[in-house]
């Protein structure tokens, strides 16, 4: 009896672990669209994530990422640099 407790106290307690850390890591696709007559060069500062580059054919730049409540990306144009820098609040 003892031994069932002890094993259904543990898998309670696992599942209720699971289920919280599911929420915060929740990835939630962003896009980010400049026209390309704002933009002459671009400085990516992102580490161990892939990027994809291709042509688009509406002569707009598009940036799709995910962010979370743990990671994120700062996006933006400064003197004709669209730069992408990524956040961690981890």
Do not use: W
Not at 27 to 50: C, G, H, L, N
Not at 67 to 75: A, L, N, Q, T
């Amino acid at each position: 009896m003892k031994r069932s407790f002890l094993l259904f106290s543990l898998l309670i307690a696992m599942v209720s672990a699971l289920s919280a850390c599911a929420d915060e890591d929740l990835f939630v696709p962003m896009e980010y669209t400049a026209s390309i007559d704002e933009v002459q060069a671009v400085s990516i500062d992102v580490r161990d994530r892939m990027i994809d580059v291709s042509l688009s054919d509406d002569d707009q730049i598009h940036v799709d990422y995910f962010v979370s409540s743990k990671e994120g990306y700062d996006i933006g144009i400064a003197d004709g640099c669209l730069s992408m820098i990524r956040t961690s609040n981890k």
